[in-house]
Protein backbone atom coordinates (compact mmCIF):
# COMPACT_ATOMS: atom_id res chain seq x y z
CA UNK A 1 0.00 0.00 0.00
CA UNK A 2 2.64 2.52 0.80
CA UNK A 3 4.42 1.76 -2.31
CA UNK A 4 1.25 2.58 -4.50
CA UNK A 5 1.26 5.88 -2.55
CA UNK A 6 4.65 6.86 -3.56
CA UNK A 7 3.89 6.37 -6.87
CA UNK A 8 1.11 8.23 -7.10
CA UNK A 9 3.36 11.26 -5.61
CA UNK A 10 5.83 11.15 -8.16
CA UNK A 11 3.31 10.85 -10.79
CA UNK A 12 1.66 14.00 -9.46
CA UNK A 13 4.99 15.75 -8.98
CA UNK A 14 5.51 15.10 -12.31
CA UNK A 15 2.18 15.93 -13.69
CA UNK A 16 2.69 19.28 -11.27
CA UNK A 17 6.53 20.34 -12.87
CA UNK A 18 5.34 19.83 -16.40
CA UNK A 19 2.32 21.86 -15.74
CA UNK A 20 4.88 24.08 -14.28
CA UNK A 21 7.01 24.36 -17.08
CA UNK A 22 4.03 24.85 -19.82
CA UNK A 23 2.86 27.78 -17.42
CA UNK A 24 6.35 29.58 -16.98
CA UNK A 25 7.15 29.46 -20.87
CA UNK A 26 3.64 30.80 -21.77
CA UNK A 27 4.14 33.31 -19.15
CA UNK A 28 7.59 34.59 -20.20
CA UNK A 29 7.76 37.55 -22.21
CA UNK A 30 11.01 36.33 -23.30
CA UNK A 31 9.62 33.16 -24.89
CA UNK A 32 6.73 34.44 -26.21
CA UNK A 33 8.77 36.37 -28.45
CA UNK A 34 11.27 33.60 -29.39
CA UNK A 35 8.52 31.57 -30.12
CA UNK A 36 6.55 34.42 -32.23
CA UNK A 37 9.55 34.59 -34.38
CA UNK A 38 10.46 30.96 -34.63
CA UNK A 39 6.67 30.85 -36.02
CA UNK A 40 7.56 33.74 -38.38
CA UNK A 41 11.02 32.69 -39.72
CA UNK A 42 9.40 28.89 -40.89
CA UNK A 43 6.70 30.98 -42.40
CA UNK A 44 9.10 33.08 -43.86
CA UNK A 45 10.75 29.68 -45.40
CA UNK A 46 7.74 28.44 -46.74
CA UNK A 47 6.96 32.00 -48.12
CA UNK A 48 10.68 31.55 -50.09
CA UNK A 49 10.12 28.06 -51.01
CA UNK A 50 6.74 28.81 -52.69
CA UNK A 51 8.28 32.30 -54.53
CA UNK A 52 11.08 30.55 -55.96
CA UNK A 53 9.27 27.77 -56.92
CA UNK A 54 6.94 30.37 -59.12
CA UNK A 55 9.89 31.59 -60.32
CA UNK A 56 11.09 28.56 -61.69
CA UNK A 57 7.47 28.07 -63.25
CA UNK A 58 7.49 31.42 -64.47
CA UNK A 59 11.13 30.62 -66.44
CA UNK A 60 10.04 27.39 -67.48
CA UNK A 61 6.51 28.10 -69.56
CA UNK A 62 6.51 31.73 -69.74
CA UNK A 63 4.50 31.42 -72.67
CA UNK A 64 1.68 30.81 -70.44
CA UNK A 65 -0.48 32.84 -68.34
CA UNK A 66 -1.73 32.45 -64.69
CA UNK A 67 -1.45 28.50 -64.47
CA UNK A 68 -3.51 26.95 -61.72
CA UNK A 69 -0.14 25.56 -60.52
CA UNK A 70 1.22 29.49 -60.92
CA UNK A 71 -1.68 30.78 -59.00
CA UNK A 72 -1.37 27.94 -56.20
CA UNK A 73 2.69 28.62 -55.55
CA UNK A 74 1.76 32.57 -55.75
CA UNK A 75 -0.93 32.44 -53.03
CA UNK A 76 1.23 29.77 -51.31
CA UNK A 77 3.99 32.93 -51.26
CA UNK A 78 1.43 35.30 -50.09
CA UNK A 79 -0.29 33.35 -47.41
CA UNK A 80 3.05 32.39 -45.71
CA UNK A 81 4.78 35.85 -45.81
CA UNK A 82 1.72 38.02 -44.12
CA UNK A 83 1.67 35.27 -41.66
CA UNK A 84 5.27 35.19 -41.05
CA UNK A 85 5.05 39.55 -40.97
CA UNK A 86 2.32 39.18 -38.49
CA UNK A 87 4.16 36.72 -35.75
CA UNK A 88 7.33 39.32 -36.79
CA UNK A 89 4.67 42.21 -34.94
CA UNK A 90 2.60 39.64 -32.88
CA UNK A 91 2.83 41.76 -29.51
CA UNK A 92 2.50 44.81 -31.52
CA UNK A 93 -0.44 43.24 -33.30
CA UNK A 94 -2.13 42.20 -29.88
CA UNK A 95 -2.52 46.25 -28.78
CA UNK A 96 -4.57 47.32 -32.14
CA UNK A 97 -7.46 48.53 -31.14
CA UNK A 98 -10.61 48.34 -32.10
CA UNK A 99 -10.08 44.94 -31.20
CA UNK A 100 -11.45 43.29 -34.25
CA UNK A 101 -8.45 44.25 -36.61
CA UNK A 102 -6.11 41.92 -34.44
CA UNK A 103 -8.90 39.23 -35.72
CA UNK A 104 -8.69 40.47 -39.23
CA UNK A 105 -5.37 40.12 -38.72
CA UNK A 106 -5.20 36.54 -37.55
CA UNK A 107 -8.06 35.63 -39.47
CA UNK A 108 -7.85 36.79 -42.89
CA UNK A 109 -4.47 34.48 -43.90
CA UNK A 110 -6.72 31.23 -42.91
CA UNK A 111 -9.67 32.46 -45.24
CA UNK A 112 -6.87 32.74 -47.90
CA UNK A 113 -4.96 29.32 -46.67
CA UNK A 114 -8.70 27.70 -47.63
CA UNK A 115 -8.71 29.62 -50.67
CA UNK A 116 -5.34 27.97 -51.80
CA UNK A 117 -5.73 24.80 -51.05
CA UNK A 118 -9.19 24.61 -52.52
CA UNK A 119 -7.57 25.07 -56.02
CA UNK A 120 -6.40 21.64 -55.74
CA UNK A 121 -9.50 20.22 -55.18
CA UNK A 122 -10.97 22.10 -57.48
CA UNK A 123 -8.12 20.91 -60.02
CA UNK A 124 -8.84 17.08 -58.76
CA UNK A 125 -12.64 17.56 -59.36
CA UNK A 126 -11.62 18.55 -63.19
CA UNK A 127 -9.33 15.95 -63.79
CA UNK A 128 -11.72 13.69 -62.40
CA UNK A 129 -15.06 14.63 -64.00
CA UNK A 130 -13.17 15.11 -68.07
CA UNK A 131 -12.06 11.54 -66.96
CA UNK A 132 -15.51 10.44 -67.12
CA UNK A 133 -16.61 12.51 -69.70
CA UNK A 134 -18.42 14.58 -67.89
CA UNK A 135 -19.14 18.66 -68.09
CA UNK A 136 -16.41 20.67 -66.03
CA UNK A 137 -18.25 24.14 -66.66
CA UNK A 138 -19.83 24.49 -63.64
CA UNK A 139 -16.88 23.82 -61.53
CA UNK A 140 -14.86 27.08 -61.34
CA UNK A 141 -17.96 29.11 -61.28
CA UNK A 142 -18.77 27.31 -58.32
CA UNK A 143 -15.41 27.07 -56.74
CA UNK A 144 -15.57 31.62 -57.17
CA UNK A 145 -19.09 31.27 -55.63
CA UNK A 146 -18.08 29.13 -52.60
CA UNK A 147 -15.01 31.52 -52.04
CA UNK A 148 -17.15 34.43 -52.37
CA UNK A 149 -19.97 33.11 -50.03
CA UNK A 150 -17.46 32.14 -47.15
CA UNK A 151 -15.72 35.77 -47.59
CA UNK A 152 -18.84 37.54 -47.41
CA UNK A 153 -20.40 36.20 -44.32
CA UNK A 154 -17.04 36.30 -43.29
CA UNK A 155 -16.24 40.37 -44.11
CA UNK A 156 -20.06 40.95 -42.60
CA UNK A 157 -19.39 39.58 -38.93
CA UNK A 158 -16.15 41.16 -38.85
CA UNK A 159 -17.51 44.65 -39.94
CA UNK A 160 -20.42 43.95 -36.97
CA UNK A 161 -17.89 43.11 -34.52
CA UNK A 162 -16.24 46.40 -35.78
CA UNK A 163 -19.55 48.63 -34.99
CA UNK A 164 -20.70 47.04 -31.76
CA UNK A 165 -18.09 43.86 -30.66
CA UNK A 166 -20.26 41.36 -29.59
CA UNK A 167 -18.90 38.36 -27.93
CA UNK A 168 -20.99 35.78 -29.28
CA UNK A 169 -19.99 36.93 -32.55
CA UNK A 170 -16.50 36.16 -32.30
CA UNK A 171 -17.47 32.85 -31.16
CA UNK A 172 -19.65 31.77 -34.08
CA UNK A 173 -17.33 33.33 -36.61
CA UNK A 174 -14.85 30.97 -34.93
CA UNK A 175 -17.55 28.01 -35.18
CA UNK A 176 -18.33 29.41 -38.75
CA UNK A 177 -14.07 28.86 -39.49
CA UNK A 178 -14.13 25.26 -37.86
CA UNK A 179 -17.41 24.55 -40.51
CA UNK A 180 -15.23 26.10 -43.65
CA UNK A 181 -12.28 23.98 -42.40
CA UNK A 182 -14.71 20.89 -42.41
CA UNK A 183 -16.05 21.62 -45.41
CA UNK A 184 -12.33 21.80 -47.03
CA UNK A 185 -11.28 18.38 -45.63
CA UNK A 186 -14.40 16.76 -47.09
CA UNK A 187 -13.60 18.58 -50.47
CA UNK A 188 -10.53 16.84 -50.27
CA UNK A 189 -11.94 13.53 -49.25
CA UNK A 190 -14.32 13.60 -51.81
CA UNK A 191 -12.37 14.35 -54.61
CA UNK A 192 -8.93 13.58 -53.86
CA UNK A 193 -10.76 9.79 -52.96
CA UNK A 194 -12.14 9.56 -55.79
CA UNK A 195 -9.24 10.26 -57.85
CA UNK A 196 -7.29 8.05 -55.99
CA UNK A 197 -9.19 5.18 -56.74
CA UNK A 198 -9.67 5.75 -60.30
CA UNK A 199 -5.64 5.78 -60.88
CA UNK A 200 -5.89 2.61 -59.09
CA UNK A 201 -8.00 1.37 -61.36
CA UNK A 202 -5.70 1.83 -64.30
CA UNK A 203 -3.22 -1.07 -64.29
CA UNK A 204 0.16 1.02 -63.04
CA UNK A 205 2.07 0.71 -66.08
CA UNK A 206 5.05 3.26 -65.79
CA UNK A 207 7.20 5.19 -62.71
CA UNK A 208 5.15 8.30 -63.89
CA UNK A 209 1.40 6.57 -63.13
CA UNK A 210 2.53 4.99 -59.82
CA UNK A 211 4.42 8.36 -58.74
CA UNK A 212 0.87 10.34 -59.81
CA UNK A 213 -1.08 7.68 -57.60
CA UNK A 214 1.54 8.35 -54.60
CA UNK A 215 1.28 12.20 -54.87
CA UNK A 216 -2.59 12.17 -55.21
CA UNK A 217 -2.65 9.43 -52.12
CA UNK A 218 0.05 11.68 -49.78
CA UNK A 219 -1.35 15.15 -50.76
CA UNK A 220 -5.30 13.71 -49.67
CA UNK A 221 -4.05 12.76 -46.99
CA UNK A 222 -1.94 15.52 -45.70
CA UNK A 223 -4.73 18.24 -46.07
CA UNK A 224 -7.61 16.42 -45.26
CA UNK A 225 -5.73 15.62 -41.76
CA UNK A 226 -4.53 19.38 -41.80
CA UNK A 227 -8.29 20.97 -42.51
CA UNK A 228 -10.10 18.30 -40.11
CA UNK A 229 -7.58 18.99 -36.95
CA UNK A 230 -8.21 22.74 -37.60
CA UNK A 231 -12.00 22.43 -37.38
CA UNK A 232 -11.07 20.53 -34.18
CA UNK A 233 -8.64 23.02 -32.67
CA UNK A 234 -11.09 25.96 -33.86
CA UNK A 235 -13.79 24.50 -32.04
CA UNK A 236 -12.19 24.29 -28.75
CA UNK A 237 -10.53 27.72 -29.70
CA UNK A 238 -14.27 28.82 -29.26
CA UNK A 239 -15.54 27.70 -26.29
CA UNK A 240 -12.25 26.69 -24.02
CA UNK A 241 -10.13 29.95 -22.65
CA UNK A 242 -7.42 27.64 -22.38
CA UNK A 243 -7.13 26.63 -26.10
CA UNK A 244 -7.90 30.41 -27.40
CA UNK A 245 -4.92 31.14 -30.21
CA UNK A 246 -5.54 34.62 -30.05
CA UNK A 247 -3.60 35.92 -27.17
CA UNK A 248 -0.39 36.21 -26.57
CA UNK A 249 0.11 33.87 -23.28
CA UNK A 250 -0.20 30.79 -25.54
CA UNK A 251 2.60 30.52 -27.71
CA UNK A 252 3.43 26.58 -27.03
CA UNK A 253 -0.52 26.07 -28.36
CA UNK A 254 0.60 28.67 -31.15
CA UNK A 255 3.60 26.81 -32.30
CA UNK A 256 1.78 23.46 -32.04
CA UNK A 257 -1.20 24.63 -34.05
CA UNK A 258 0.21 26.27 -36.38
CA UNK A 259 3.09 23.90 -37.33
CA UNK A 260 -0.03 21.05 -37.76
CA UNK A 261 -2.48 23.26 -39.66
CA UNK A 262 0.04 25.39 -42.03
CA UNK A 263 3.53 25.03 -41.59
CA UNK A 264 4.17 21.15 -41.69
CA UNK A 265 1.39 20.77 -44.17
CA UNK A 266 2.18 23.57 -46.52
CA UNK A 267 6.10 22.25 -46.59
CA UNK A 268 4.75 18.58 -47.63
CA UNK A 269 2.74 19.18 -49.66
CA UNK A 270 5.60 21.58 -51.44
CA UNK A 271 8.11 19.05 -51.49
CA UNK A 272 5.69 16.73 -52.85
CA UNK A 273 4.27 18.78 -55.74
CA UNK A 274 7.94 20.12 -56.66
CA UNK A 275 7.90 19.09 -60.03
CA UNK A 276 8.07 21.51 -62.92
CA UNK A 277 5.46 21.31 -65.44
CA UNK A 278 7.13 20.00 -69.11
CA UNK A 279 8.26 22.40 -71.68
CA UNK A 280 5.88 21.83 -74.23
CA UNK A 281 2.07 20.48 -74.02
CA UNK A 282 1.14 21.95 -70.53
CA UNK A 283 -2.46 23.23 -70.57
CA UNK A 284 -4.26 25.54 -68.33
CA UNK A 285 -5.89 21.56 -66.72
CA UNK A 286 -2.65 20.26 -66.03
CA UNK A 287 -0.82 22.66 -63.69
CA UNK A 288 -0.52 20.44 -60.59
CA UNK A 289 2.48 17.97 -61.19
Same mark, same amino acid.
Given at each position: ?11 ? @? ?14 ? %??? *? !? ?7 ? @? ?9 ? *????? &???? +?????? %? ?24 ? $? ?6 ? &????? !? ?7 ? %? ?17 ? =?????? +? ?11 ? $? ?9 ? #? ?21 ? /??? #? ?7 ? &?? /???? =? ?10 ? #? ?31 ? +? ?25 ? +????? %? &? ?5
Amino acid at each position: MEGYGVDEAVIA @LKLKDASNWWHDINES %TLW *Q !DRIFLILAA @LYGLVAAVALV *QFIRI &QLRV +PEYGWT %TQKVFHFLNFLVNGVRGFVFVFRRDV $QNLHPEIV &QHILL !DMPSLAFFT %TYALLVLFWAEIYYQARAV =STDGLR +PSFFTINAVVYTI $QIGMWLILWWK #YIPVLVVLSKVFFAGVSLFAALG /FLL #YGGRLFLML &QR /FPVE =SKGRRKKLQEVG #YVTTICFLCFLVRCIMMCFNAFDKAADLDVLNH +PVLNLIYYLLVEILPSSLVLLILRKLP +PKRGI %T &QYHPIR
